[in-house]
């Protein structure tokens, strides 16, 4: 709570970056995009320890540190769409107009689909660890934890990697060139996939390693280790998913979309966490992900592949 009043208050701000930073990602101004994200999570690094211990403000300082981040990543963000986007924005020109917000809504679902189930599926995962941990329902608790900052650290960047091709979908599906389309869909799978392999196999050899790094305690990592392998094995499945989803969102086939993007974290994961833990216990709160995983490769394969076959040819000239 004490964090949350806080943080509430640089909700505009960080609300605002993001616009800004897809307004200018998706102009062709990444690299400027970037100056302002960073330059704002390095000043968050940065004024954590100072607030925290060095005013002694504790959980309060944390999220200060945040709010100040964000404005100034906000602040930073809008000078340089001034001087360098191509397509400005002017308050005078903002009109909420029903087709506007329906562009909106189509391209966003998708993911507030993929968000918000990533915050129920870190919810259901939480329950289930604490459960069937049994007496050591901290250590499980904690250890699954980690293993989700581990996973999430390649997956951010699979996401931002998908990002970054959702501009050049957008662009040549808008102007018919459906090749290209595929062309820069396989070329990030091959991307993609080629380095989760690597990732995969690094999680797979130092696993028990690296839950110690994040928590010095035995049974964490002997828990944590278990789960990450296993989730290490089925990792190269989610390029597929997560460029699927992207392709159908920039493409506009919102229902499609949001279908793909709620598979891994909602449609396959909570009837995963909600049936294995009963069945094998907490090898199935290790498992569920992996299942999950699997099964929504599944369900995704079939979408994606026939929306990229109707993309072989381009769109006839007029």
Not at 23 to 34: C, D, P, T
Not at 36 to 51: E, H, S, W, Y
Not at 264 to 271: A, D, E, N
Request: aromatic share 10%; net charge positive.
């Amino acid at each position: 709570m004490r964090y949350l009043r806080v943080i509430f208050v640089g909700t505009p701000f960080i609300m605002c970056s993001f616009v800004l930073n897809n307004h200018l990602r998706f102009q062709g101004n990444a690299s400027v995009a970037m100056i302002g994200i960073v330059t704002g999570a390095v000043a968050n690094v940065l004024l954590d320890p100072l607030l925290i211990f060095g005013l002694s403000m504790g959980v309060e300082g944390a999220a200060l540190a945040t709010v100040i981040s964000q404005i100034m990543s906000f602040v930073l963000l809008w000078r340089l769409h001034r001087k360098r986007a191509v397509v400005q924005v002017h308050w005078h020109q903002m009109s909420l107009k029903r087709r506007y917000l329906e562009g909106i809504l189509k391209g966003g679902i998708p993911s507030m689909f993929r968000q918000g189930l990533g915050s129920l599926a870190t919810v259901l995962l939480n329950l289930a660890a604490g459960y069937y941990g049994g007496t050591m329902a901290d250590q499980a608790i904690a250890a699954m934890g980690v293993v989700g900052r581990i996973t999430a650290f390649a997956n951010s960047a699979l996401i931002g990697f998908g990002q970054g091709f959702q501009p050049i979908c957008g662009t040549n599906y808008g102007a018919g060139c459906y090749k290209r389309v595929r062309e820069a869909f396989f070329f990030c799978l091959k991307l993609g996939s080629g380095t989760l392999a690597v990732f995969s196999v690094l999680g797979i050899l130092f696993a028990h390693p690296l839950m110690l790094l994040f928590r010095n305690d035995e049974q964490v990592a002997r828990i944590g280790a278990l789960a990450l392998r296993a989730q290490c094995l089925v990792l190269v499945l989610s390029v597929w998913i997560i460029l699927c989803s992207m392709l159908l969102q920039t493409i506009g086939m919102a229902a499609k979309a949001s279908v793909v993007a709620s598979a891994r974290q909602g449609i396959m994961f909570v009837p995963m966490i909600l049936l294995l833990p009963g069945l094998f216990g907490l090898a199935g709160v290790q498992f569920a992900q992996m299942a999950a995983d699997i099964l929504s490769f599944a369900l995704t394969l079939p979408i994606g592949w026939s929306v990229l076959e109707q993309l072989r040819e381009d769109r006839p000239k007029a």
